[in-house]
């Protein structure tokens, strides 16, 4: 016979709040957490009151420019694979760049995000010019252009990014293996270290959802955003796309999801945390849910509509709102913020 439930329900918030004071737990317990619906509430709670703690009631908004879904990659998962001929392919050219990123401040917005495929034409010298001239705003800028040599990162640090977005998307070898043809997660990881050394603000994370992807790999992830000390984590269900190798799989489980979320929160309490898009393309109060379970972040795409067409990196991507936004936020007693938001913003 096993436990009754309080006494289990009982043992499950222990693990929970022990998670919140030494901030890391074992690989098992992790998977314990992950495997139990009955104390999703607690996690989501837990979570909630260390992001209000340490990071507060203010949301930092980041505008997401996709200036190029040109891309060298294969990952199984993405609309813009280089296999999906489907894809209408677009670059953006560097003033057209430049005129959005002064919209972006124009607008308030303190964080511009850069995003593109790994398209090979912006160099890494020609891609800093574009980021020195941003920069006479007062904004700070994101990348998320993917892998790149650790000469080229230096570059565009130098060029003053402040930050960088690389998902590692999963930590399991042989996942990873199949999902990213040609590619390799101890290349990823270097990439990821690389970035951290040169001081980049850096943000990674992974796809819950995967096929065959288990709790386990999942609690191996987290557990790496610790080792990382990553500063920013990016948590998406997996929503697939018609026109890629894993059409004929479900969509990812949005709980599942958010409770990876809320026990990274626990885990790096002082982090910023998106409630990402994919979140509320799978359940229209996604964004709300992420943003009550321990998210402290949301990523408005600024994108031109024609191009945004362009970038379906998975189908339905919905966009932000930004008056129902301001108003869903003041119903859960939360705020935007017009600060750029780092890391060491946050008051831990
Ligand atoms: N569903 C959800 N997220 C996806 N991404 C790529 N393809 C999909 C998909 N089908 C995520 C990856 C990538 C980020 C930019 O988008 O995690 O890092």
Same mark, same amino acid.
């Given at each position: 016979?096993?436990?009754?439930?309080?006494?289990?329900? =009982?043992?499950?918030?222990?693990?929970?709040?022990?998670?919140?004071?030494?901030?890391?737990?074992?690989?098992?317990?992790?998977?314990?957490?992950?495997?139990?619906?009955?104390?999703?509430?607690?996690?989501?709670?837990?979570?909630?009151?260390?992001?209000?703690?340490?990071?507060?009631?203010?949301?930092?908004?980041?505008?997401?420019?996709?200036?190029?879904?040109?891309?060298?990659? $294969?990952? %199984?998962?993405?609309?813009?694979?280089? +296999?999906?001929? /489907?894809?209408?392919?677009?670059?953006?050219?560097?003033?057209?760049?430049?005129?959005?990123?002064?919209?972006?401040?124009?607008?308030?917005?303190?964080?511009?995000?850069?995003?593109?495929?790994?398209?090979?034409?912006?160099?890494?010298?020609?891609?800093?010019?574009?980021?020195?001239?941003?920069?006479?705003?007062?904004? %700070?800028?994101?990348?998320?252009?993917?892998?790149?040599?650790?000469?080229?990162?230096?570059?565009? &640090?130098?060029?003053?990014?402040?930050?960088?977005?690389?998902?590692?998307?999963?930590? +399991?070898?042989?996942?990873?293996?199949?999902?990213?043809?040609?590619?390799? =997660?101890?290349?990823? #990881? #270097?990439?990821?270290?690389?970035?951290?050394?040169?001081?980049?603000?850096?943000?990674?994370?992974?796809?819950?959802?995967?096929? +065959?992807?288990?709790?386990?790999?999942?609690?191996?992830?987290?557990?790496?955003? #610790?080792?990382?000390?990553?500063?920013?984590?990016?948590?998406?269900?997996?929503?697939?796309?018609?026109?890629?190798?894993? /059409?004929?799989?479900? $969509?990812?489980?949005?709980?599942?999801?958010?409770?990876?979320?809320?026990?990274?929160? =626990?885990?790096?309490?002082?982090?910023?945390?998106?409630?990402?898009?994919?979140?509320?393309?799978?359940?229209?109060?996604?964004?709300?849910? %992420? =943003?009550?379970?321990?998210?402290?972040?949301?990523?408005?795409?600024?994108?031109?509509?024609?191009? #945004? &067409?362009?970038?379906?990196?998975?189908?339905?991507?919905? %966009?932000?709102?930004?008056?129902?936004?301001?108003?869903?936020?003041?119903?859960?007693?939360? /705020?935007?913020?017009? &600060? /750029?938001?780092?890391?060491?913003?946050?008051?831990?």
């Amino acid at each position: 016979m096993g436990l009754p439930f309080f006494v289990y329900n =009982l043992f499950m918030k222990n693990l929970i709040e022990k998670a919140k004071v030494e901030r890391i737990l074992q690989k098992s317990e992790i998977v314990q957490i992950l495997e139990d619906s009955s104390i999703n509430e607690y996690l989501f709670k837990t979570a909630d009151s260390v992001r209000k703690k340490y990071v507060g009631d203010e949301i930092y908004l980041r505008a997401l420019i996709e200036f190029s879904n040109i891309c060298r990659c $294969n990952c %199984a998962y993405c609309g813009i694979r280089c +296999d999906n001929k /489907k894809v209408q392919r677009y670059r953006l050219k560097k003033d057209e760049i430049i005129d959005l990123s002064n919209l972006a401040s124009k607008l308030g917005y303190k964080t511009l995000v850069l995003q593109s495929g790994e398209d090979c034409f912006f160099k890494a010298d020609y891609l800093a010019e574009i980021v020195k001239e941003i920069k006479k705003n007062d904004i %700070a800028v994101t990348l998320s252009i993917g892998e790149r040599f650790f000469e080229e990162y230096k570059i565009l &640090k130098e060029a003053g990014a402040d930050r960088f977005l690389l998902r590692i998307e999963t930590t +399991d070898e042989n996942l990873y293996k199949k999902m990213h043809p040609g590619m390799s =997660l101890d290349n990823r #990881k #270097k990439c990821l270290y690389n970035l951290k050394q040169l001081g980049y603000e850096t943000g990674t994370g992974s796809l819950i959802g995967l096929p +065959d992807q288990t709790l386990e790999s999942i609690a191996s992830d987290i557990l790496f955003y #610790k080792e990382l000390n990553a500063d920013m984590i990016g948590i998406g269900p997996l929503i697939t796309h018609p026109d890629t190798p894993l /059409k004929d799989f479900p $969509n990812g489980n949005l709980i599942l999801a958010l409770k990876v979320l809320a026990l990274t929160r =626990l885990f790096l309490p002082d982090i910023n945390i998106p409630a990402t898009t994919a979140m509320e393309t799978l359940n229209p109060n996604g964004r709300i849910m %992420a =943003l009550q379970a321990g998210a402290n972040v949301v990523m408005p795409n600024i994108t031109l509509e024609e191009c #945004k &067409k362009n970038y379906q990196i998975y189908p339905g991507k919905v %966009a932000v709102d930004y008056t129902k936004l301001e108003k869903d936020l003041e119903k859960i007693g939360r /705020k935007i913020s017009f &600060k /750029k938001g780092f890391r060491s913003d946050n008051q831990i």
